[in-house]
């Protein structure tokens, strides 16, 4: 089945600056790849996803890129702000959401101010 | 997007006992998936539940342990059977959004049970 590895486990920047999260797949079928945030107590919210048929797709301060032939997608925020603080998991499905989702193990995401 | 409600939202449930967990959707759907989310872990998928008939399982998962209904396209229950400390976990419902586009997948707020 699919696995998913993500890193880092915990990335600490300064408010302003960039975070870069990167996951990497084994299922060359894969084609949804979701990022989720999710605040303590909380459940897991979509801030981005990409499909299989594009490279890269932004939202304002987010971006993700996809390279499907090294099989690996990264997440990027761009002028962190305290509130971008939580806990950021990768996930790829190859059903295009439809077979469920396999999740990495997430990025502890620490804004220091 | 899709509004989706789990209740509940806590509980501290004894050992050997069961209890089960409902998810109600705003919105039809045709994808609804459970999660299970141990202390300080990622997001591991119990099963598929299909409307009108027998849950789909992951490895790992089996249906008398988490026995699974679905009865329209709105609404699932799973029930977390003879639970143990082990069983402590949220547990997340899960649908594929249509009304945007397709496969987009939303997550409820979760079900955080303690077990005692």
């Known amino acids: 089945g699919e696995n998913v590895e993500q890193h880092p486990s915990t990335l600490s920047v300064q408010e302003g600056d960039s975070a870069v999260i990167k996951c990497t797949y084994s299922?060359?079928?894969?084609?949804?790849f979701p990022w989720y945030k999710q605040e303590l107590g909380k459940g897991p919210q979509l801030i981005i996803d990409i499909r299989s048929n594009v490279g890269e797709k932004k939202d304002q301060r987010i971006a993700v890129t996809l390279n499907k032939t090294a099989k690996h997608f990264s997440l990027h925020i761009t002028e962190t702000q305290p509130e971008d603080s939580a806990v950021y998991f990768c996930a790829a499905s190859t059903g295009g959401g439809a077979d469920g989702l396999t999740f990495g193990k997430g990025t502890h995401l620490i804004i220091q101010p | 997007s899709a509004v989706i409600s789990q209740k509940p939202s806590r509980d501290i449930c004894q050992r050997g006992t069961s209890l089960t967990i409902q998810c109600q959707v705003d919105s039809q759907v045709t994808m609804m998936f459970w999660y299970r989310q141990q202390p300080g872990q990622s997001l591991t998928l119990i099963a598929t539940?299909?409307?009108?008939?027998?849950?789909?399982?992951e490895s790992g998962f089996v249906i008398d342990k988490f026995p699974i209904s679905r009865p329209n396209l709105t609404f699932s229950t799973l029930t977390v059977s003879n639970m143990s400390p082990e069983d402590s976990s949220i547990y997340l419902c899960?649908?594929?959004?249509?009304?945007?586009?397709?496969?987009?997948?939303?997550f409820g707020e979760g079900s955080w049970l303690t077990v005692v």
């Open positions: 539940a299909n409307q009108g008939s027998e849950a789909t399982y």
């Open positions: 299922d060359s079928a894969s084609n949804y």
């Open positions: 899960s649908v594929e959004d249509l009304s945007l586009r397709r496969d987009t997948i939303y």
